[in-house]
T-cell receptor, first 115, second 115 residues
């Protein structure tokens, strides 16, 4: 039972254009949503997060949008840069503390930004 | 550098053997999480410890066990290894509740190859 789904395994965009990475979830108890970025031979690194009380969070070139009714979130990267090429994981949890603080991850999307 | 240290980085062993993976969390973090990433899979949650006590369990096989010691480092023990146990094993730590974002900080992972 995959509770966090990233249905597109890969995405290729031109440098300077917008990258939109999508994520869907099924567990209505999820309240915190995060995006992680992973380069080969490295651990995942935190990128940006959003809680269920918001519908948008922005940090520089990165914006995460949350649609709770549709159980959908997306990560926008504008403008995309070659250094953004990596695997992006969507993750969710239902609590900041305790047993439900674990993150449930999607399978990831490989983003390639073409120069 | 996330501040989370995992050893060894690479490990090659044979079926039926037992290995121990070690994790030192970020200074001050009380929670440790273990994840497994197999080929083409997302990060699968295995187990969580908080200040020495098991807090949550995920899809962890009975052949696997873990513990967190008084100095807060953690070990993941994998026994009776099978070919399918070959994967990247990540450790993460957090000071959940302190930052409000719910992020986990990941180590670089231990790559286990079972031959």
């Amino acid at each position: 039972d995959q509770q966090v789904k990233q249905n597109s395994p890969s995405l290729s965009v031109q440098e300077g254009r917008i990258s939109i990475l999508n994520c869907d979830y099924t567990n209505s108890m999820f309240d915190y949503f995060l995006w992680y970025k992973k380069y080969p031979a490295e651990g995942p690194t935190f990128l940006i997060s959003i809680s269920s009380i918001k519908d948008k969070n922005e940090d520089g070139r990165f914006t995460v949008f949350l649609n709770k009714s549709a159980k959908h979130l997306s990560l926008h990267i504008v403008p995309s840069q070659p250094g953004d090429s990596a695997v992006y994981f969507c993750a969710a949890s239902s609590s900041l503390t305790g047993a439900n603080s674990k993150l449930t991850f999607g399978k990831g999307i490989t983003l390639s930004v073409r120069p | 550098d996330s501040g989370v240290t995992q050893t060894p980085k690479h490990l090659i062993t044979a079926t039926g053997q037992r290995v121990t993976l070690r994790c030192s969390p970020r200074s001050g973090d009380l929670s440790v999480y273990w994840y497994q990433q197999s080929l083409d899979q997302g990060l699968q949650f295995l187990i969580q410890y908080y200040n020495g006590e098991e807090r949550a369990k995920g899809n962890i096989l009975e052949r696997f066990s873990a513990q967190q010691f008084p100095d807060l480092h953690s070990e993941l023990n994998l026994s009776s290894l099978e070919l399918g146990d070959s994967a990247l094993y990540f450790c993460a730590s957090s000071a959940r509740g302190a930052s409000g974002t719910g992020e986990l900080f990941f180590g670089e992972g231990s790559r286990l190859t079972v031959l």
